[in-house]
Protein backbone atom coordinates (compact mmCIF):
# COMPACT_ATOMS: atom_id res chain seq x y z
CA UNK A 1 0.00 0.00 0.00
CA UNK A 2 1.56 3.69 -1.17
CA UNK A 3 0.77 6.37 0.93
CA UNK A 4 1.70 9.78 -0.18
CA UNK A 5 3.75 11.99 1.68
CA UNK A 6 1.42 15.34 1.78
CA UNK A 7 2.64 18.72 2.54
CA UNK A 8 0.88 19.87 5.95
CA UNK A 9 -0.78 23.61 5.47
CA UNK A 10 1.49 26.57 6.82
CA UNK A 11 -0.57 27.10 10.01
CA UNK A 12 -0.76 30.61 9.16
CA UNK A 13 -1.53 32.76 6.59
CA UNK A 14 1.53 33.55 4.50
CA UNK A 15 1.65 37.13 5.56
CA UNK A 16 1.14 36.41 8.99
CA UNK A 17 5.14 36.69 10.20
CA UNK A 18 6.02 40.31 8.01
CA UNK A 19 7.70 41.83 8.72
CA UNK A 20 9.87 39.60 10.46
CA UNK A 21 9.76 37.23 7.45
CA UNK A 22 7.73 38.42 4.38
CA UNK A 23 5.05 36.63 2.26
CA UNK A 24 7.73 36.32 -0.56
CA UNK A 25 9.79 34.68 1.92
CA UNK A 26 6.88 32.19 2.66
CA UNK A 27 6.15 32.05 -0.83
CA UNK A 28 9.66 30.74 -1.87
CA UNK A 29 10.65 28.66 1.10
CA UNK A 30 7.07 26.75 1.81
CA UNK A 31 5.68 27.13 -1.74
CA UNK A 32 8.96 25.84 -3.50
CA UNK A 33 11.74 24.93 -1.06
CA UNK A 34 9.60 22.66 1.52
CA UNK A 35 6.57 21.55 -1.42
CA UNK A 36 9.67 20.43 -3.69
CA UNK A 37 11.18 18.17 -0.47
CA UNK A 38 7.59 16.46 -0.18
CA UNK A 39 7.49 16.19 -4.19
CA UNK A 40 10.92 14.55 -4.14
CA UNK A 41 10.27 12.13 -1.60
CA UNK A 42 7.42 10.69 -2.89
CA UNK A 43 9.40 10.21 -6.50
CA UNK A 44 11.95 8.70 -4.53
CA UNK A 45 10.04 5.88 -2.49
CA UNK A 46 7.59 5.27 -4.96
CA UNK A 47 7.58 1.60 -5.78
CA UNK A 48 9.57 1.15 -2.61
CA UNK A 49 8.99 -0.35 1.09
CA UNK A 50 9.48 3.20 2.03
CA UNK A 51 5.92 4.04 0.33
CA UNK A 52 3.94 2.83 2.75
CA UNK A 53 5.86 4.12 6.04
CA UNK A 54 4.91 7.30 7.65
CA UNK A 55 7.35 10.11 7.26
CA UNK A 56 9.21 9.62 10.95
CA UNK A 57 9.64 5.92 9.91
CA UNK A 58 11.57 6.65 6.71
CA UNK A 59 13.79 8.93 8.39
CA UNK A 60 14.89 6.70 11.06
CA UNK A 61 15.19 3.51 8.69
CA UNK A 62 16.84 5.70 6.07
CA UNK A 63 19.85 8.10 8.57
CA UNK A 64 22.93 7.12 7.80
CA UNK A 65 22.56 5.08 5.48
CA UNK A 66 24.84 6.25 2.18
CA UNK A 67 22.57 4.37 -0.43
CA UNK A 68 19.35 6.05 0.76
CA UNK A 69 20.83 9.36 1.14
CA UNK A 70 18.35 10.86 -1.01
CA UNK A 71 15.55 9.76 0.38
CA UNK A 72 17.12 10.83 3.89
CA UNK A 73 17.86 14.24 2.53
CA UNK A 74 14.15 14.83 1.28
CA UNK A 75 12.40 13.05 4.67
CA UNK A 76 14.33 14.80 7.22
CA UNK A 77 13.65 18.33 5.10
CA UNK A 78 9.99 17.61 4.70
CA UNK A 79 9.89 17.00 8.49
CA UNK A 80 12.31 19.58 9.60
CA UNK A 81 10.42 22.06 7.86
CA UNK A 82 7.02 21.33 8.91
CA UNK A 83 8.51 21.34 12.57
CA UNK A 84 10.08 24.92 11.69
CA UNK A 85 6.96 26.58 10.77
CA UNK A 86 5.01 25.21 13.64
CA UNK A 87 8.20 26.48 15.94
CA UNK A 88 7.31 30.14 14.69
CA UNK A 89 3.73 32.14 15.39
CA UNK A 90 2.93 35.69 14.78
CA UNK A 91 3.47 37.62 17.34
CA UNK A 92 5.24 35.62 18.88
CA UNK A 93 8.33 35.25 21.64
CA UNK A 94 7.30 37.10 24.47
CA UNK A 95 6.11 35.16 27.75
CA UNK A 96 7.30 31.42 28.38
CA UNK A 97 4.84 29.23 29.68
CA UNK A 98 5.75 27.99 33.29
CA UNK A 99 6.93 24.71 33.17
CA UNK A 100 9.49 25.33 30.27
CA UNK A 101 10.74 28.20 31.52
CA UNK A 102 11.78 26.40 34.79
CA UNK A 103 13.70 23.85 32.71
CA UNK A 104 15.11 26.72 30.64
CA UNK A 105 16.45 28.36 33.70
CA UNK A 106 17.67 25.25 35.40
CA UNK A 107 19.54 24.31 32.18
CA UNK A 108 20.56 27.63 31.20
CA UNK A 109 20.62 30.09 34.02
CA UNK A 110 18.10 32.20 32.38
CA UNK A 111 15.97 32.62 29.14
CA UNK A 112 18.51 35.37 28.08
CA UNK A 113 21.15 32.94 28.37
CA UNK A 114 19.45 30.27 26.70
CA UNK A 115 18.12 32.55 23.40
CA UNK A 116 22.17 34.06 23.40
CA UNK A 117 23.27 30.48 23.11
CA UNK A 118 20.82 29.84 20.17
CA UNK A 119 21.98 33.27 18.28
CA UNK A 120 25.55 32.04 18.99
CA UNK A 121 24.92 28.69 17.94
CA UNK A 122 23.20 29.28 14.92
CA UNK A 123 25.88 32.44 13.67
CA UNK A 124 28.26 29.43 14.58
CA UNK A 125 26.82 27.06 11.85
CA UNK A 126 28.71 26.80 8.96
CA UNK A 127 26.59 26.46 5.76
CA UNK A 128 23.16 25.18 5.45
CA UNK A 129 21.70 23.76 8.57
CA UNK A 130 19.44 24.18 11.85
CA UNK A 131 19.43 25.30 15.27
CA UNK A 132 17.31 23.62 17.94
CA UNK A 133 16.59 23.15 21.73
CA UNK A 134 16.15 19.80 22.73
CA UNK A 135 15.82 17.38 25.77
CA UNK A 136 18.51 15.34 26.06
CA UNK A 137 18.42 12.73 28.87
CA UNK A 138 16.12 15.05 31.10
CA UNK A 139 18.36 18.41 30.02
CA UNK A 140 17.09 21.24 27.69
CA UNK A 141 20.41 22.02 25.11
CA UNK A 142 20.98 23.86 22.46
CA UNK A 143 22.59 21.82 19.42
CA UNK A 144 23.22 22.55 15.79
CA UNK A 145 22.69 20.08 12.60
CA UNK A 146 24.14 20.20 9.24
CA UNK A 147 21.98 20.20 5.77
CA UNK A 148 18.94 17.50 6.68
CA UNK A 149 20.33 16.34 9.76
CA UNK A 150 18.24 16.69 12.82
CA UNK A 151 18.06 15.66 16.86
CA UNK A 152 15.61 13.07 16.15
CA UNK A 153 17.86 10.57 14.68
CA UNK A 154 20.67 11.25 17.29
CA UNK A 155 18.06 10.22 20.11
CA UNK A 156 17.16 13.68 21.35
CA UNK A 157 14.13 15.22 21.45
CA UNK A 158 13.53 18.39 19.47
CA UNK A 159 11.62 21.21 21.01
CA UNK A 160 11.89 23.84 18.20
CA UNK A 161 13.66 24.74 15.79
CA UNK A 162 15.33 27.93 13.33
CA UNK A 163 15.95 26.94 10.14
CA UNK A 164 19.59 28.86 9.06
CA UNK A 165 19.75 28.01 5.22
CA UNK A 166 20.36 31.34 3.31
CA UNK A 167 16.54 30.52 1.65
CA UNK A 168 14.87 30.83 5.15
CA UNK A 169 16.21 34.58 5.13
CA UNK A 170 18.47 35.98 2.30
CA UNK A 171 15.60 37.67 0.56
CA UNK A 172 14.85 39.76 3.84
CA UNK A 173 18.02 40.14 5.76
CA UNK A 174 20.53 39.30 2.66
CA UNK A 175 23.93 37.99 4.71
CA UNK A 176 22.26 39.28 8.14
CA UNK A 177 21.83 36.04 9.49
CA UNK A 178 22.38 37.16 13.06
CA UNK A 179 19.55 39.63 12.82
CA UNK A 180 17.50 37.21 11.25
CA UNK A 181 17.79 34.95 14.11
CA UNK A 182 17.81 37.70 16.62
CA UNK A 183 14.32 38.97 15.65
CA UNK A 184 12.63 35.77 14.90
CA UNK A 185 13.50 35.06 18.65
CA UNK A 186 12.08 38.35 20.07
CA UNK A 187 9.01 38.33 17.80
CA UNK A 188 8.03 35.28 16.35
CA UNK A 189 9.45 32.34 18.23
CA UNK A 190 6.34 30.07 19.38
CA UNK A 191 7.45 28.81 23.08
CA UNK A 192 4.08 27.19 22.97
CA UNK A 193 5.19 24.80 20.90
CA UNK A 194 8.17 23.97 22.47
CA UNK A 195 6.08 23.72 25.68
CA UNK A 196 3.73 21.12 24.63
CA UNK A 197 6.55 19.06 23.30
CA UNK A 198 8.41 18.81 25.69
CA UNK A 199 4.92 17.92 27.68
CA UNK A 200 4.45 15.39 25.31
CA UNK A 201 8.01 13.94 26.46
Known amino acids: MSNDILLPPLPYADNALAPVISANTISFHYGK???GYVENLNKLIAGTEFAAFPLEKIIT???GKA???AIFNNAAQAWNHTFYWNSLKPKGGGEVPAALKQRIEASFGTLDACKKELAAMAMSQFGSGWVWIVLDGGKLKVVKTSNADM???????PLL????WEHA???DYQNRRADYVNTVLDKLINWGFAASNL???
Not at 151 to 157: A, E, I, N, S, W
Not at 161 to 164: F, K, L, M, N
Open 199 to 201: KSS
Open 61 to 63: ETA
Open 169 to 171: YYL
Open 161 to 164: TIDV
Open 67 to 69: DKT
Open 151 to 157: PLTMGMK
Open 33 to 35: HHK
